[in-house]
């Protein structure tokens, strides 16, 4: 089982079979695409090879929004508010939806292809809307048909509001459609797509949602419709008129002509909800209040007027006079502030040669042992800290830093160190640190845990590179050939070498090289035939053998 997190990948549009090879571009306003007619086909040619000059020309024709008369309502995974119980708590800032189990449904009757200059774009045969319903003496924005044995489909009749029908922009209708992929793929190939429809099509969902902005405490009732006017007269039980075109929308829409009243709507599915009045996020969102902090929300004064330390200089804001309970002190600000708090303005006046002062109380122990002290007559100077001096390789503070990089012409751990409102900020982190310092080296230990397993096999690794090494160098390089050949027969089967020369370069195995391309049988390399020609056995001894012996039959394997 893969470890990798299942992605979702989304798809404007789906399509299978013939019917996307259409020339039928959806174009409902151009009169080349939008032809007359209800169903649209392609021409098909069959050619025989003894006949070449009788082609047979066929067009076939697909079944349109026109053909259809039901919907399997096993086809409907899942809704938004489901349809399986009564919901009266429907959050009014939530889309109502309809999933459905095959992944090009909602595309599959669509008569056209998408156009060239919008080709992620195609509006789908039927689409989800959302009216609202009679509820007691409240009046609906429609009404129920009376069931009739010549309409296949059930119907409502709309009723206007403010002179339009409650209905979608069907221009948009190919917004409110997608297909939903679930993948492992970070991206999603057409081949990879095919590949799932294939064997995993329950992976593959196809989805409409209503796009309305619902009100508070009203009874709605949620329509899957046909989007094409050939569909809505097959479902009304009507004869289609001759003058219907192929694209013609189910209603008109934007600056479309009116519709001729009254106007009849069939459904393929419908589930009824009522939405909340209060509980959801934007309810909650709605009770937030502005309000005014005070200014003082997020500063807390500190008094710097006795730094100890036989201090010359103390910390003195210029704008108070003398007097002010605050002349003496800087605002020591937390995470979270007003909007109207103000950061204390600490004049260069007061601040530098205060600061400098501090500087040299913090540098005092690396300035004794500069002086030559000996050790053992030396004492140990405690002194404020420095803060961050090993994450930053300090060891002195510097009050003014010339060249710094900093805008403020101070980098980070001069500046940490020689604020008093930032070192109080340290003190109590380090203060923090202390208290939980058994928990954070057991935490940094179990993570360098696997680190140093990391490096004991790396190590490990390194030490056996340089135990064959010294294996090869020492034995197998002093071998005569025809010795190691022998030595090494146990592993011809399973190394591979380049085989040179041929049309078909490739690697194959040595013993594969050896017996397809040497003149000697393979069962020289046999254990029984070793035993045979060991050096010091009765065959070699009764030879006459050569200073510098070599196999007779190694100059044939090649």
């Known amino acids: 089982m893969s470890d990798e997190l299942a992605h979702y990948v989304f798809v404007p549009f789906l399509r299978r079979g013939m019917i996307q090879y259409v020339e039928i571009e959806d174009k409902p306003n151009d009169s080349e695409h939008n032809i007359e007619g209800q169903r649209t086909g392609i021409t098909v040619s069959l050619s025989i090879d003894k006949k070449p000059n009788e082609d047979i020309t066929k067009i076939v024709q697909f079944h349109g929004p026109g053909d259809v008369i039901g919907l399997d309502s096993r086809m409907i995974v899942r809704t938004d508010p489901t349809h399986r119980t009564i919901v009266s708590d429907y959050e009014p800032n939530f889309m109502p939806m309809v999933e459905f189990s095959r992944g090009d449904f ?182 937030l209040e502005p309000r005014v902090i005070d200014k003082r929300v997020g500063i807390r004064h500190i008094n710097c007027r006795f730094p100890r330390y036989a201090f010359d200089n103390s910390v003195s804001v210029d704008e108070l006079a003398e007097g002010d309970t605050l002349k003496h002190s800087l605002g020591l600000e937390g995470a979270l502030r007003s909007l109207q708090t103000e950061s204390t303005k600490w004049p260069t006046t007061t601040a530098d040669p205060f600061q400098s002062e501090l500087a040299s109380l913090l540098n005092l122990p690396n300035t004794y042992t500069d002086l030559g002290v000996p050790e053992e007559d030396s004492k140990p100077l405690i002194v404020p800290p420095s803060y961050g001096a090993w994450h930053g390789a300090r060891k002195e503070v510097v009050a003014d830093v010339l060249n710094s990089e900093d805008p403020n012409n101070r980098d980070w751990f001069n500046e940490l160190n020689l604020d008093p409102r930032h070192r109080m900020t340290a003190g109590l982190g380090t203060l923090v640190i202390q208290d939980q310092q058994e928990q954070l080296m057991a935490s940094a230990w179990e993570q360098v845990g696997t680190v140093l397993e990391a490096n004991q096999k790396l190590r490990q690794g390194q030490f056996g590179m340089e135990i064959e090494e010294k294996l090869h160098n020492g034995t197998l390089q002093q071998l005569s050939t025809s010795n190691l050949i022998a030595l090494t027969s146990k592993l011809h089967s399973r190394v591979l070498i380049n085989r040179i020369g041929g049309e078909n370069p490739s690697r194959v195995t040595i013993h594969h090289l050896i017996k397809n391309n040497s003149r000697i049988p393979v069962s020289v390399l046999t254990p029984a035939f070793r035993r045979f020609q060991r050096p010091r056995g009765p065959f070699a001894s009764s030879q006459k053998q050569d200073e510098n012996p070599h196999s007779h039959y190694v100059p044939f394997i090649s």
């Open 106 to 287: 909602p595309w599959c009757m669509t008569p056209a292809v998408p156009a060239s200059e919008t080709p992620d774009r195609l509006r789908p045969w039927i689409c989800l809307i959302v009216l609202k319903a009679p509820d007691g003496e409240k009046e609906g924005e429609y009404n129920e048909l009376e069931p009739s044995s010549d309409r296949p489909l059930p119907g409502i009749e709309l009723i206007l509001q403010n002179g339009k029908l409650p209905l979608p922009d069907l221009d948009q209708s190919w917004a409110w459609a997608h297909v939903q992929v679930t993948t492992e793929e970070q991206e999603l190939t057409s081949e990879k797509l095919a590949d799932i429809l294939e064997n995993s099509p329950h992976l593959v969902t196809s989805r409409l949602i209503c796009p309305r902005k619902l009100e508070e405490g009203v009874l709605y009732n949620a329509f899957i419709v046909p989007t094409y006017a050939s569909g809505r007269h097959t479902g009304l039980g009507e004869q289609i008129p001759e003058e219907t075109r192929l694209l013609d929308p189910a209603w008109p829409f934007g600056d479309n002509e009116a519709p001729q009243l009254p106007y009849y709507l069939p459904y393929y599915f419908r589930w009824e909800f009522r939405t909340g009045m209060r509980g959801d996020f934007e309810y909650l969102v709605r009770l």
